[in-house]
């Protein structure tokens, strides 16, 4: 069965401060996806990883992907209030089921404070 | 990006009766489309992965004669709580995606049974 854990999973943290979620999966997979959700709201798409050393930055977020580890992380620079929210990383365990459906970590919730 | 609504976006239904939610592809043609829920403070949870024309492929554990979903268009797919009790409310999330392609997300729905 295919397990996606993220760590942590609630995460105070200072404005200005920088700090990393880390989201490990348990079986090979060709697509890691990161989103952000809002309290009440659905989720909002921030990056899409389909490759081993996949790097991508957008604003104060950067993700990463290591599938020979297994890991992604999602990297916050100098957070601001404004990143305050549930962040989940989610697999895609396509190989030869090819359902395309993903497996969602159990989230990080980030609270940045002034 | 790709849109995907959701109908209605809150329901309040008494008890043992029947509630049905719409997800559609506003922009683009869905070959299939997923079905989550979530409770408060958890994460999501697949219950069925629906393709056009076909019969709905349920998660473990999800009842598939409670939770009936049709997939009768490229653009539509619904979602019918029979029977709604209080323990199935909860917030329901669809999304949609082409062949191949990521899946994208509608606001969602949220399910209180009295």
């Known amino acids: 069965e295919l397990k996606v854990e993220q760590n942590p999973l609630f995460l105070s943290m200072q404005e200005g401060k920088n700090y990393t979620i880390y989201c490990n999966y348990s079986t090979t997979s060709d697509r890691l996806y990161w989103y952000r959700q809002d309290p009440g709201k659905s989720l909002e798409s921030l990056f899409v990883?389909?490759?081993?050393?996949a790097v991508k930055q957008e604003g104060r977020l950067m993700a990463s992907l290591d599938t020979k580890a297994r890991l992604s992380t999602l990297h916050i620079t100098a957070a601001v209030h404004d990143l305050s929210a549930t962040y989940f990383c989610?697999?895609?365990?396509?190989?030869?089921?090819?359902?395309?459906?993903?497996?969602f970590g159990q989230g990080t919730t980030l609270q940045v404070k002034p | 990006g790709a849109v995907v609504s959701q109908h209605p976006s809150r329901v309040i239904c008494k008890s043992g009766t029947s509630v049905k939610i719409e997800c559609r592809s506003l922009d683009f043609q869905a070959t299939t489309m997923f079905w989550y829920r979530q409770f408060p403070k958890q994460s999501l949870m697949l219950m069925a992965t629906s393709n056009e024309g076909s019969k709905a492929t349920y998660e473990q554990g999800v009842e598939k004669d409670k939770f009936l979903i049709n997939h009768a268009s490229l653009t539509l797919s619904t979602l019918t709580v029979t029977s709604a009790h209080p323990e199935d409310s909860s917030f329901y999330i669809c999304?949609?995606?082409?062949?191949?392609?990521?899946?994208?997300f509608g606001p969602g729905t949220r399910l209180l049974v009295l």
């Open positions: 990883l389909l490759s081993n050393g």
């Open positions: 989610a697999v895609d365990p396509r190989g030869s089921s090819n359902t395309g459906k993903l497996i």
């Open positions: 999304s949609a995606s082409r062949v191949w392609e990521t899946q994208y």
